[in-house]
């Protein structure tokens, strides 16, 4: 299957591909440089970032439960507790822009830490695997990853993109290794949802 890399629903047409077909859509990305997966992240951030604040302004606060970015939580908490008191509504248009600063920074902050721990446990692979990685396997979160619980399953959805499916593809990895890359993050996100009630510090 041939994607298509123009076009006004691109974005869409890779993220429906990929939740399909990860193993060839991964395969399919090897050859793109930074600026493709940047683009597929940018879309679908800006779509989250565009939302979010209105479900926070009716009275949905951006938690774990409510939130498939991390960048939605900690938007919040700083929209909450410094920007509304001084800002008042004008806050929720701040946010927006927070969120969309956020998810870029976040994205290149963990595909660094990332390809570190894929090449450390034995892949193959460039930065720019890692930062494929992590821009497409966010996509499942523009499937209304602002709702509350919906935004656990696609939040779910998206780390097994990041760090099961990505590793396994792109930096020819083994498949046991990519469940044990899978299963230690999933297992010390939850540690810390259990014990300190977020998981924005891991």
């Given at each position: 299957?041939?994607?298509?890399?123009?076009?006004?629903?691109?974005?869409?047409?890779?993220l429906f591909y990929m939740l399909?077909?990860?193993?060839?859509?991964f395969e399919s990305v090897r050859?793109?440089?930074?600026?493709?997966?940047?683009?597929?992240?940018?879309?679908?951030?800006?779509v989250i970032a565009f939302f979010?604040?209105?479900?926070?302004?009716?009275?949905?606060?951006?938690?774990?439960?409510?939130?498939?970015?991390?960048?939605?939580?900690?938007?919040?908490?700083?929209?909450?507790?410094?920007?509304?008191?001084?800002?008042?509504?004008?806050?929720?248009?701040?946010?927006?822009?927070?969120?969309?600063?956020?998810?870029?920074?976040?994205?290149?902050?963990?595909?660094?830490?990332?390809?570190?721990?894929?090449?450390?446990?034995?892949?193959?692979?460039?930065?720019?695997?890692?930062?494929?990685?992590?821009?497409?396997?966010?996509?499942?979160?523009?499937?209304?990853?602002?709702?509350?619980?919906?935004?656990?399953?696609?939040?779910?959805?998206?780390?097994?993109?990041?760090?099961?499916?990505?590793?396994?593809?792109?930096?020819?990895?083994?498949?046991?290794?990519?469940?044990?890359?899978?299963?230690?993050?999933?297992?010390?996100?939850?540690?810390?949802?259990?014990?300190?009630?977020?998981?924005?510090?891991?």
């Open positions: 299957m041939v994607i298509e890399r123009k076009g006004r629903w691109g974005m869409l047409r890779k399909k077909e990860p193993d060839l859509f050859g793109e440089g930074y600026r493709e997966p940047f683009a597929f992240l940018l879309q679908v951030s800006a979010t604040p209105i479900v926070n302004y009716f009275g949905w606060p951006s938690t774990d439960r409510n939130s498939a970015y991390q960048a939605q939580i900690i938007a919040w908490r700083i929209t909450s507790e410094q920007l509304l008191p001084r800002w008042g509504v004008l806050a929720y248009v701040i946010e927006a822009f927070l969120i969309l600063t956020l998810a870029l920074v976040l994205a290149a902050f963990m595909s660094a830490f990332l390809h570190l721990v894929f090449r450390l446990l034995g892949g193959q692979g460039s930065s720019l695997h890692a930062w494929k990685a992590i821009c497409y396997g966010a996509g499942p979160c523009v499937l209304l990853g602002w709702i509350p619980y919906w935004a656990l399953f696609v939040g779910a959805l998206a780390f097994v993109l990041q760090l099961y499916y990505g590793p396994k593809v792109l930096y020819r990895m083994r498949e046991g290794r990519a469940l044990l890359i899978l299963a230690f993050f999933v297992g010390a996100t939850l540690l810390e949802f259990a014990t300190k009630g977020t998981t924005v510090g891991f």
